[in-house]
C-alpha cells in the first residue's frame, strides 16, 4: 500500500512527460539554429574582450555559441578592443551607419566579395571582406571564381594555402606590421557584421524576413527569438587609406617624372618596408595592383614679388600594403605555379639595403 505522496496520477505523468518532450524539442530548435550560422566555419573564430549590447540584431547582440578548440563559448565579445578605443568607435559607426540603411557597397573589382563600409556621413572608412565571400567561398558573388573551380580545379586555387581563410591572413598581416612597427599595412582586425548587401543565401533572407514579420504582428512572440535579422559574418574589417592610387600608376609617373634625392631615399625606405613584409609572411599575391602608393607634390608658395618661390610643404611618399589575404603558407609553394614577388623587377628592388630603420623592430632582420 502507497501513500499519497507516492501515488502519481495518470494525468501528471502525461503532463510530465510533455513538458520533457516540449523542453528537449526547444534545446533541438536552438541547437539547430546555432549550429546552421557556424556550419562553414573551418576555424575557430577569433574574439577579442567583453563589450556592451544593443537591440536584437545588430551584430553586438549576437550571443550565439560558436565552436572554438573543440568547446563552445559564448561570442558576445566581438566588434570590442579596449586596448584601441580609435578602431572600436570607427567599427561603431560602422554598425551605426549599417542600422540607419547606409549599407556597405560591394566592390567590383577583384575575386571575392568585398565592400566599402561607409559611416553615417556616407565618406568610406574602411573595406570589409566576409569570410565566406572569399575567391573559393561558398557565397562568393563573383561567378568567375565559381567557374573556375567547378570546370579546372587543378589550374587555379593555391595548394600551400589553407582555403578560405583569408580574413585571418588580412589581421595577421595587420598584427604583422604593428609587431615590427612597419607602419606600411592599414590596421586590419577580424569583426563581424550584418548587412543586406551582403551576399546571403535565400534561407537566411527568408527567415529574416519572417522574424521581422512576426516580431511586428506579435511582439510577445517576437521576444523570445534568439536574433532578429541577418545572420552577422565574421571578416576582415581594413581601416580605408585616403589619397592613394594603384602603384602601377605612380610607378609609371616616377619613370617619366624621376623622383628627387631626399623623396627618392625616402620612398626607398618604404618600399624596403614592404619587401621585409612579404618576405615574413610570404605573400603569394603581391601584384603591382595590390599595393597602394601615396604622392603629395611639394607646395610651393611667393613671398614677394620679384622674389624667387618658397616650399612651403616638402614632397612625401607614402606605401600601403593591402590584399594580404593570400599569404601565411602552411608550406613553400612547390607546384607548377612560383607565385613570385612582382616588385623584384622594380630597379628599387635592385638597391642593397642600406637604409636602417633603427626606430622600427624590423632593424635587426636587415
Not at 556550419?39 to 572554438?68: I, K, W, Y
Not at 556597405?104 to 577583384?110: A, F, L, V
Not at 568585398?114 to 565618406?123: E, H, R
Request: some cysteine.
Amino acid at each position: 500500500m502507497t501513500s499519497d505522496a507516492e501515488e502519481i496520477s495518470p494525468v501528471a505523468a502525461a503532463a510530465a512527460a510533455a513538458g520533457v518532450v516540449d523542453e528537449r524539442i526547444r534545446s533541438l530548435s536552438t541547437a539547430s539554429e546555432a549550429s546552421e550560422d557556424s556550419a562553414t566555419a573551418l576555424l575557430p573564430d577569433v574574439t577579442f574582450g567583453p563589450t556592451n549590447h544593443t537591440g536584437m540584431g545588430s551584430p553586438r547582440s549576437n550571443r550565439e555559441s560558436q565552436p572554438l578548440l573543440g568547446a563552445r563559448h559564448e561570442v558576445d565579445d566581438f566588434n570590442h578592443w579596449p586596448d584601441d578605443p580609435h578602431f572600436t568607435d570607427l567599427v561603431r559607426q560602422a554598425e551605426t551607419s549599417i542600422e540607419t540603411g547606409i549599407y556597405p557597397e560591394r566592390i567590383y573589382q577583384g575575386s571575392s566579395g568585398s565592400y566599402f563600409v561607409k559611416n553615417s556621413s556616407g565618406k568610406v572608412i574602411a573595406v570589409y571582406k566576409p569570410k565566406d565571400e572569399e575567391p573559393y567561398g561558398r557565397l562568393n558573388p563573383k561567378w568567375t571564381k565559381w567557374l573556375h573551380k567547378v570546370c579546372c580545379p587543378c589550374c587555379f586555387g593555391r595548394s600551400c594555402l589553407v582555403p578560405n581563410q583569408g580574413y585571418l591572413s588580412e589581421a595577421g598581416a595587420s598584427l604583422v606590421d604593428q609587431k615590427l612597427q612597419l607602419n606600411v599595412v592599414p590596421k586590419t582586425r577580424v569583426v563581424k557584421l550584418a548587412s543586406e548587401t551582403f551576399n546571403y543565401t535565400r534561407i537566411d533572407r527568408e527567415k529574416s524576413r519572417a522574424k521581422k514579420m512576426v516580431s511586428e504582428r506579435f511582439p510577445k512572440v517576437g521576444r523570445h527569438f534568439h536574433r532578429i535579422g541577418l545572420p552577422p559574418k565574421v571578416g576582415s574589417f581594413q581601416v580605408f587609406v585616403e589619397g592613394y592610387k594603384d602603384a602601377d600608376y605612380w610607378l609609371r609617373r616616377f619613370e617619366a617624372e624621376p623622383l628627387g634625392e631626399t623623396t627618392s631615399k625616402q620612398f626607398q625606405l618604404q618600399f624596403e618596408r614592404l619587401v621585409i613584409l612579404d618576405y615574413i609572411i610570404r605573400n603569394t599575391d603581391r601584384g603591382n595592383d595590390n599595393w597602394l602608393i601615396k604622392y603629395e607634390k611639394p607646395e610651393l608658395a611667393e613671398e614677394g614679388e620679384g622674389e624667387d618661390w618658397s616650399m612651403v610643404k616638402p614632397p612625401e611618399v607614402r606605401v600601403a600594403a593591402i590584399d594580404n589575404g593570400l599569404a601565411f603558407p602552411f608550406k613553400h609553394p612547390d607546384s607548377w605555379r612560383a607565385y613570385p614577388y612582382h616588385w623584384a623587377w622594380l630597379p628599387w628592388a635592385k638597391i642593397p639595403f642600406q637604409h636602417r630603420d633603427k626606430g622600427t623592430g624590423a632593424a635587426s632582420l636587415v
